[in-house]
């Protein structure tokens, strides 16, 4: 088998850089999985610059799509491709299965003791009153999960799961009838090795495995930016065909651009209330007032 290895990326990683992808690129970097299920306007707007910046450097970049039980499984994938679809390089979404609270369950910490990235994904969670798996019974989850797979499916992409052993089995009931899908399994043992992972869902053999939740990059450098690694079976992970590069019309560009402009103008109105008490959110509000302008007025103000 030959294998290939690559990292995750989501909001509370921030903006991709030039000097990002340079690194990235030197340290051998062939897949890049971004987070393509964003709570508000302005963690989209992320998303999109990091799909935009990565797809041009990165071989293999596909988005990952946190799942929700409240959330109406066709419209959270159709609302994810058309806001990613066209800006990664294959035509796979991965659906990351797991849910903060049997994470904290595992782990034994309380949510202000959970790593960053968790932190913002909860935070997100509690600010719009999304409801994960546990609070569903194993079965609801399994019909979610089928109504998105067929979704996916039917635009084109290929659907793949992403999980573990201890988010896979209380969640659905260890159910075993999508072992035949391609997975992306959690277990953050610091073993780059396909063939060592726990038994979960009834799978033989893995697309990938994160083994670890510490990565950095430069990988020699104690203070680089840290991220998650995997590895991966490098047939599996190339099998689908690449998204060919969009030919955008100035009428299709216009109304992009018209859309996010009233997403960001939405978030704004949001935040309003709070802008005068909390110096954080009046920050955050003046980059929304940026970008609503930018995307007002592209070629600046007339």
């Not at 990235?24 to 306007?41: K, Y």
């Not at 999980?163 to 075993?176: D, E, I, K, Q």
Request: net charge negative; charged share 15%; proline share 6%.
């Amino acid at each position: 088998m030959t294998t290939t290895w690559g990292i995750d990326i989501s909001n509370w990683n921030g903006p991709v850089t030039a000097q990002n992808l340079t690194d990235w690129t030197a340290a051998g970097v062939q897949v890049c999985m971004i987070r393509g299920s964003e709570e508000s306007a302005a963690l989209t707007e992320t998303a999109i610059q990091q799909f935009t910046a990565v797809r041009p450097v990165i071989q293999y970049n596909f988005p990952y799509l946190w799942t929700y039980a409240n959330d109406i499984p066709e419209q959270a994938v159709d609302t994810c491709l058309n806001d990613f679809g066209s800006l990664v390089t294959q035509k796979r979404l991965v659906f990351d299965v797991e849910d903060l609270v049997n994470f904290i369950s595992h782990f034994g910490q309380s949510g202000t003791q959970l790593p960053k990235r968790y932190q913002a994904t909860m935070a997100a969670m509690l600010g719009t009153n999304k409801v994960g798996f546990s609070s569903v019974p194993p079965a609801q989850a399994i019909t979610w999960l089928q109504a998105a797979f067929a979704e996916t499916v039917k635009q084109g992409f290929e659907p793949c799961i992403y999980s573990a052993s201890w988010c896979w089995n209380p969640l659905t009931g260890s159910y075993t009838g999508f072992s035949g899908m391609k997975w992306l399994v959690a277990q953050f043992d610091n073993t780059a090795d396909l063939t060592v992972f726990n038994s979960v869902g009834g799978v033989q053999a893995l697309m990938g495995k994160q083994y670890s939740d510490q990565g950095r990059i430069p990988l020699t450098d104690p203070t680089a930016p840290q991220y998650d690694f995997s590895i991966y079976d490098l047939a599996a992970v190339s099998s689908m065909p690449v998204v060919s590069a969009p030919t955008i019309d100035v009428p299709t560009l216009e109304g992009w651009m018209a859309n996010a402009y009233q997403r960001v103008k939405k978030a704004r109105e949001d935040l309003a209330p709070l802008v005068q008490y909390i110096p954080e959110v009046a920050n955050a509000d003046q980059e929304l007032d940026n970008a609503e302008q930018n995307l007002r007025y592209p070629g600046g103000p007339s």
